[in-house]
T-cell receptor
Framework: DSGVTQTPKHLITATGQRVTLRCSPR?????VYWYQQSLDQGLQFLIQ???????AKGNILERFSAQQFPDLHSELNLSSLELGDSALYFC??????????????FGPGTRLTVL | EDKVVQSPLSLVVHEGDTVTLNCSYE??????LLWYKQEKKAPTFLFML????IEKKSGRLSSILDKKELFSILNITATQTGDSAVYLC?????????FGTGTRLTIIP
């Protein structure tokens, strides 16, 4: 158990809908990262927040957005969902600002299925 | 575009064998390389490498980075069935982390 929690565990929804995935980092960790893992594309970095502010951006679609709240939990919002958005979405946390020099602790993931 | 290539894609060995997993990369502004083990769910961190030629070791696992030739290897000695997993290599550069597609390792008892 990494100490990172994600809810929900599974989510099934229809195309065109909007969903919110939630992540609570390990106690004391200030950075939160979001990743998407699909069968055909492997693990893709989406976005990082540090202490409430966006720190780094990866391959995140414009239909997706994220934020980190004052209590450091983070939410990833996915809108206008398409079939191709079906994937496992991971959240990870680390203590510090830079993503290169710190190991990241991954949550158990949220499996999103878009029908 | 940043690229991380892992080989082999899949490896099946008998318990007790030693395996070597490879990771090569093309990343501008390289900062670090990380190895993760992914079993059924979330990846778990194994190593982070930033300097060439310095071996990192944890039990039966070890890893080394060659920044001149742009690759890293992950060695596992005396493999056990619990080592069966997908091993992911990731490289940080250009302010983002790029993952390879992984090597699926299967250990046969």
């Amino acid at each position: 158990d990494s100490g990172v929690t994600q809810t929900p565990k599974h989510l099934i929804t229809a195309t065109g809908q909007r969903v919110t995935l939630r992540c609570s980092p390990r106690s004391g960790d200030l950075s939160v990262y979001w990743y998407q893992q699909s069968l055909d594309q492997g693990l893709q970095f989406l976005i990082q927040y540090y202490n409430g502010e966006e720190r780094a951006k990866g391959n995140i679609l414009e239909r997706f957005s994220a934020q980190q709240f004052p209590d450091l939990h983070s939410e990833l919002n996915l809108s206008s969902l398409e079939l191709g958005d079906s994937a496992l979405y991971f959240c990870a946390s680390s203590p510090n600002r830079g993503i290169s020099y710190n190991e990241q602790f991954f949550g158990p993931g949220t499996r999103l299925t878009v029908l | 575009e940043d690229k991380v290539v892992q080989s082999p894609l899949s490896l099946v060995v008998h318990e007790g064998d030693t395996v070597t997993l490879n990771c090569s990369y093309e990343v501008t502004n390289f900062r670090s390389l990380l190895w993760y083990k992914q079993e059924k769910k979330a990846p778990t961190f194994l190593f982070m490498l930033t300097s060439s030629g310095i071996e990192k070791k944890s039990g039966r696992l070890s890893s080394i980075l060659d920044k001149k030739e742009l690759f890293s290897i992950l060695n596992i000695t005396a493999t056990q069935t619990g080592d069966s997993a997908v091993y992911l290599c990731a490289v940080f550069g250009n302010e983002k982390l790029t993952f390879g597609t992984g090597t699926r390792l299967t250990i046969i008892p």
